[in-house]
């Protein structure tokens, strides 16, 4: 089992930076690949990035692909999100998961079973 706690949202204006950090606690981080996802007020949960395990696979959200930069450290058990050139339509709460499931990066959110409390980014136009 493995603890996810999210740091790094805020408010933000349109087009600056903002990098999210995603701390796990438990054993076995290396053995879960892992995602973020956002939820904006009124919607589903979206995709956004994930890795894999080894961290050599990525997968992103065409929405957000060329801007978000997802990575991770299974040294330091974290897994961060490189936010670049944001927009207001990026405005969620963002999720942290764990897969134990999977080897590579997937965007099915059913294959995560562990998930963090959330963190909120706003941005500004």
């Known amino acids: 089992q493995v603890q996810l706690v999210e740091s790094g949202g805020g408010l933000v204006q349109a087009g600056v930076s903002l990098r999210l950090s995603c701390a796990a606690s438990g054993r076995a981080f290396s053995t879960y690949a892992m995602g973020w996802f956002r939820q904006a007020p009124g919607k589903g949960r979206e995709f956004v990035a994930a890795i894999s395990r080894s961290g050599d696979s990525m997968y992103y959200a065409n929405s957000v692909k060329g801007r978000f930069t997802i990575s991770r450290d299974n040294a330091k058990k974290t897994v961060s999100l490189q936010m670049n050139s944001l927009k207001p339509e990026d405005t969620a709460v963002y999720y942290c998961?764990?897969?134990?499931?999977?080897?590579?990066?997937?965007?099915?959110?059913?294959?995560?079973?562990?998930w963090g409390q959330g963190t909120q980014v706003t941005v500004s136009s």
């Open positions: 998961a764990a897969d134990p499931n999977s080897r590579g990066a997937s965007s099915d959110y059913t294959r995560y079973d562990y």
